[in-house]
């Protein structure tokens, strides 16, 4: 992931700042407990698309 991409992007819900988890190929905003896939290096920021990650993975996020 582009470091320069991640800077601009924010949360489509409430514009929080996203965190990019290189192994899971996700982009997580740890406000709304959303994870949004990254597919062929393009981050797909729609929220039909995003999953609700478990409060062991919100805890386990540093």
């Given amino acids: 992931m582009d470091p320069n991409l ?11 700042p996203l965190r990019y988890q290189k192994q899971q190929q996700e982009l997580i905003c740890k406000a709304d407990r959303l994870a949004f896939p990254i597919r062929d ?12 990650i478990s409060l062991e993975e919100y805890d386990a996020l540093h």
Avoid at 6 to 16: D, Q
Avoid at 41 to 52: K, T
């Fill in 6 to 16: 991640l800077e601009i992007l924010a949360c489509p819900l409430c514009k929080s």
């Fill in 41 to 52: 290096d393009i981050p797909v920021m729609l929220e039909d698309e995003a999953r609700v």
